[in-house]
């Protein structure tokens, strides 16, 4: 499988809109609302997280997860001269469950290994994918209520085995 990361120019700009559209509709349940209020609030969600996520982290790289020559997702690393923070990754949904985020998260923790360095992350304590991490070497650093923050000290779990 040709899996890559590239830097996320502008041209992706229509390709990163749709992405996040499609995830914050799922996440919010979005075809329950009201069709007119749903395009003005989904917007503002996609603007509100790329400010937050500008704000809190102005160094990071945003990258295009590339499969097979065809964007499929995204990926946002900040790396602070204490520990990487995996900021955010998306898939889209028709390409989840299929390793794709482990084999990318495997290469930032291996990366953080050869660097010493921990890697954290926050995740909503609903998201399956909080188990991913844990299986990864990820563990609990806080509960945050709606989100947990973990973290993987370096040298910490199995990197190597079946995604």
């Known amino acids: 499988m040709p899996l890559s990361l590239r830097p996320a120019l502008p041209k992706y700009e229509p ?3 749709q992405l996040l559209y499609e995830n914050f509709f799922e996440k919010l ?18 603007q509100g997280q790329r400010s937050s996520y500008a704000a809190q982290y102005p160094q ?20 602070g001269p204490e ?8 898939i889209a949904k028709k390409h989840r469950g299929a390793g794709i ?8 923790c291996t990366e953080a ?3 010493r360095k921990p890697v954290r992350l926050h ?9 991913l991490y844990r299986r990864l070497g990820f563990r609990l650093l806080e509960d945050q209520q ?13 990197l190597v085995g079946n995604p």
């Open 146 to 158: 709606m989100n947990w923050l973990m973290e993987r000290l370096p040298g910490a779990g199995s």
């Open 101 to 108: 985020g482990t084999i990318l998260i495997r290469s930032l």
């Open 113 to 115: 290994d050869l660097m």
């Open 15 to 17: 390709f990163l809109y």
């Open 60 to 79: 990071a790289d945003h990258g295009i997860i590339v499969l097979d020559d065809r964007a499929i997702g995204r990926l946002i690393l900040d790396r």
């Open 83 to 90: 520990f990487h923070c995996l900021v955010d990754i998306t």
């Open 29 to 46: 349940a979005a075809h329950l609302w009201d069709p007119k209020i749903r395009e003005p609030i989904l917007k503002m969600q996609i």
């Open 123 to 131: 995740v909503a304590s609903t998201n399956p994918a909080r188990e």
